[in-house]
Structures are given as structure tokens and as C-alpha cells.
């Protein structure tokens, strides 16, 4: 009897380590679970929050005509249909101008005159050459015809003859050259009347007699201009979204 005491006794903390390790086993095994199924649910929960994040959401509406409309007020500048400035072809001084600001012009109408006296002594300086390059080319001429006559007689040698001859044509070179250089000089002249290029109004006179005048384009060289005012252009920024 006292040994079936003692076995009874010895067995029961043994069953209670059991129990309790069993519990805590079960314990262990429902948190794993628990949390394995709680990151499943934040998976699929991330899943269906990108999901619906990158699908495009457009909202539509159907047009409809209305008798109300709506006013768009915005500011405008008007040009000219054709605005031109004027320039200065050729160098000197402003020796008059015979239209002002507001003046109605038509094309080619004198606007103003430039003295140019470099480009006048260059042009008397090409007349002079031109007319001696003409005086060579004519004695050319004449000596070249002689010798092609000495030479038919056999009375000179060919050689001769034909040097003769180059320098017949050189000279006649020499004054077509000339003859260019003046033609150059005569249309600088012509370049001394400023004329309207076209009909319009002038809307700037930037000169004055006496002023030092510059060929060609640059800031400040303007003379005059021009402008068609009889059509004009009404340049209006739109705005993105009425445009």
C-alpha cells in the first residue's frame, strides 16, 4: 500500500508538466497561425490598395448647347497689316528730309537726301579711269588691227601679232571692269534718295539734317518707317484653356 501511494504521487507532476507543456505548444501554434494569417491579410489588403490606386478614375459629362454663353474678355494689341523700317543704303550726311510723321506717302515718293561726297569723288575717280581704260582699249584696238594686216603681208612675225592681240583684249577687260565700277558708283548714288517702298503712312522719322547716316541695319540707324494702316492685325494672347 505505501508503494502504490508513493507511484500515485511521482505520476502526478509528471502529467502536469505534460499539460502544461501541451498548452503551451498549442499556444505557440495558434500565434504562428494568427500571425501568419494576419501578414496574408495585410498582403492581400496592400494587393487591392495598388490595385485600386493605379486604375485611372475619369469622370465624363455629356456636352449640351445652352442659349447662355460666356464672355472672354482679353487684352489685344493692334499692328499694321505692313510696317517696314528704312534704312540707309550708303553713307554721308542727311541733307533734307520732306516727310514727317503722319504723312501719307506713295511708293518710290522721295522721303529724304543724303549727301554722300566720298561716294561722289569715288564716282568721278571711276569716270576717269573708265574713260582711260577706253583710250587704251581704242589704241589697243587700232594697233592689234594694224599688225593682223602687217601680218596677211607676212611683214611682222606671228608672235608679234599676237601679243598685239592679248593686249588688245586685256585692255578691252580693263575697260569693262571700269565699266562696271562705275555702274557699282551710280547705283550708291541712286542709294542717296531714301524713297517710300510702298504706300502707307510714316509712323517714324528717327533723323534730322546734318545727322551722320550709316549703310545698312543696325540699332539706332533707322531712318524712317513705314505702315499700311488701312488694314490692321489685332495680336490677342489666349490663354491655355480657352484656347
Not at 579711269?129 to 611683214?155: C, F, G, I, M, P
Not at 571692269?177 to 542717296?192: D, G, I, P, T, Y
Amino acid at each position: 500500500m505505501a508503494k502504490s501511494s508513493l507511484g500515485s504521487s511521482a505520476g502526478t507532476p509528471r502529467r502536469k508538466i505534460g499539460r502544461f507543456l501541451s498548452a503551451a505548444l498549442i499556444v505557440a501554434l495558434m500565434l504562428v497561425m494568427w500571425g501568419e494569417a494576419h501578414r496574408l491579410m495585410a498582403r492581400s489588403a496592400l494587393r487591392q490598395s495598388a490595385a485600386a490606386g493605379s486604375t485611372l478614375t475619369v469622370v465624363t459629362v455629356r456636352p449640351t448647347r445652352t442659349d447662355e454663353g460666356e464672355n472672354l474678355v482679353l487684352p489685344g494689341t493692334v499692328q499694321a497689316y505692313i510696317e517696314s523700317p528704312i534704312y540707309a543704303r550708303t553713307n554721308g550726311y542727311l541733307k533734307s528730309w520732306y516727310t514727317d510723321i503722319g504723312s501719307t506717302v506713295r511708293k518710290g515718293e522721295l522721303l529724304a537726301e543724303i549727301d554722300a561726297p566720298e561716294v561722289d569723288q569715288q564716282l568721278a575717280q571711276a569716270l576717269a579711269d573708265l574713260a582711260t581704260a577706253r583710250a587704251n582699249e581704242a589704241l589697243s584696238n587700232t594697233t592689234d588691227k594694224r599688225w593682223q594686216e602687217l601680218l596677211a603681208t607676212e611683214s611682222v612675225s606671228q608672235q608679234d601679232a599676237d601679243e598685239k592681240a592679248g593686249d588688245a583684249a586685256a585692255k578691252r577687260a580693263t575697260a569693262a571692269s571700269a565699266a562696271a565700277n562705275v555702274s557699282r558708283l551710280r547705283e550708291l548714288e541712286s542709294f542717296k534718295r531714301v524713297v517710300a517702298p510702298f504706300d502707307g503712312v510714316v509712323t517714324a522719322r528717327n533723323t534730322d539734317i546734318g545727322a551722320l547716316i550709316n549703310a545698312g541695319q543696325s540699332v539706332g540707324s533707322e531712318l524712317f518707317r513705314v505702315a499700311v494702316t488701312l488694314k490692321l492685325r489685332n495680336y490677342v494672347q489666349v490663354t491655355e484653356p480657352y484656347a
